[in-house]
């Protein structure tokens, strides 16, 4: 162990390293309910489009080249940050490899080597993620089939804040729907009843608020 964390912090592994504490820090604030999975992230329309915020400088140069790209390496079907992080483990891995049975301790020598261990960490996470293209397909479904569910009473099962994602259970033609949900103002317990009220597509989750019924 001791010598693996000696080897992170060599300096022809440290942008390795760094990259890959980068995105441990992530989902450390995902656990603990600071930042949502789809905090960052971008989309891809089926016309291939590429969204971001701001805009689009009329100089008649195509994004379809990049659009395929991304759709290529999955991005648009899961979120950007499931994709970076299966590209920076195995870099950080291959650089760590790399650089012990080669004997390298320079920098620069390692930033070299960089770019292969890149490219091949791209196409080691695009079929890492193909189990995870089919899980938000199937999740992209369920909020499809949950869309009936605004409106609906539900019973909250997980506690939930403005900012703490919970769940809730709405019976929909007497079948049990299990919805992500947060709270729109006061927070909710297990066990209350809640109106579903809308749907937030950036934290893909639904809004509910306390509900009593007459």
């Known amino acids: 162990m001791t010598e693996v964390l000696l080897a992170a912090i060599a300096p022809p592994n440290l942008i390795p390293t760094g990259l890959l504490v980068f995105v441990l820090l992530y989902w450390l604030t995902v656990i603990v309910g600071l930042l949502d999975l789809k905090t960052v992230d971008l989309s891809i329309s089926d016309h291939n489009h590429f969204y971001y915020d701001g805009h689009i400088p009329h100089d008649g140069i195509s994004t379809s080249w990049l659009n395929g790209a991304l759709a290529f390496f999955n991005l648009g ?47 080691v996470a695009k079929f890492l993620t193909l189990p995870f293209v089919r899980l938000f397909t199937a999740l992209e479904k369920d909020h499809d089939a949950g869309a009936v569910a605004i409106g609906k009473v539900c019973t909250v099962l997980l506690p939930t804040t403005t900012e703490q994602l919970g769940q809730a259970s709405v019976r929909i033609d007497g079948a049990p729907l299990m919805l992500n949900v947060r709270s729109t103002n006061a927070p909710l317990a297990k066990g209350e009843t809640a109106l579903v009220i809308d749907f937030d597509t950036a934290r893909r989750c639904y809004l509910i608020e306390p509900y009593n019924a007459a």
């Open 77 to 123: 079907r899961i979120p950007l940050m499931v994709f970076l992080s299966f590209v920076f483990l195995p870099l950080w891995a291959g650089s760590v490899l790399v650089n012990y049975y080669t004997g390298n301790t320079s920098l620069l020598l390692g930033l070299a080597f960089l770019l292969p261990l890149f490219i091949g960490s791209l196409f």
